[in-house]
C-alpha cells in the first residue's frame, strides 16, 4: 500500500450544480449572490465555488461549487443562517439545484481518472 492524498472519489467530494434564470438586473442578483457565497464559503466542507453568467443570455447563471462530501453541503443548507439567503436569491430567480459525484476527471493535457479509463485501471493495479 502506498501513501497518497485522498481523490474526489475515495473523499466522498460532490458537486452542487445550480442553474438561475434571474428576473432582476444581473446586479442586483451578484450582489445578493456574493452575500451568500460569503456565508458558504464559512461552512466545515466548502471547497470552492464559481458564478458564471450566459454569454448571450444575461438572466442566466450556472454555479458550480465543490463541497467535501454530502453531509457538509446538506448541513450548510439546512443551516437556520442559510435560510435568509435562500428566500433572497428565490425572490430575485428560478433556480434548478442538482447534486452530482465525479465519474471522470481530465486536467489539461493529463490523461482521464475515473471508470474505465486507463489510468484509472493502472492506479487499481498498484494497489
Known amino acids: 500500500m502506498t501513501d497518497h492524498q485522498p481523490d474526489a472519489k475515495e473523499a466522498g467530494a460532490v ?3 445550480n442553474t438561475f434564470t434571474v428576473h432582476v438586473e444581473p446586479e442586483v442578483f451578484e450582489r445578493e449572490f456574493a452575500r451568500t457565497s ?3 464559503a464559512r461552512q466545515p466542507g466548502f471547497v470552492r465555488h464559481t458564478l ?3 454569454t448571450e443570455r444575461p438572466g442566466q447563471y450556472v454555479n458550480v461549487a465543490e463541497w467535501q462530501d454530502v453531509a457538509s453541503f ?3 443548507v439546512s443551516h437556520a443562517d442559510f435560510q435568509p439567503h435562500a428566500g433572497a436569491l428565490r ?3 428560478e433556480s434548478r439545484p442538482e447534486l452530482y459525484r ?3 476527471r481530465r486536467d489539461g493535457d493529463s490523461a482521464p481518472e475515473g471508470p474505465g479509463s486507463d489510468r484509472a485501471a493502472r492506479a487499481d493495479d498498484t494497489i
Open 91 to 93: 425572490a430575485l430567480s
Open 15 to 17: 458537486t452542487f450544480v
Open 38 to 40: 460569503e456565508f458558504m
Open 52 to 54: 458564471s453568467r450566459h
Open 74 to 76: 446538506r448541513a450548510a
Open 102 to 104: 465525479a465519474r471522470l
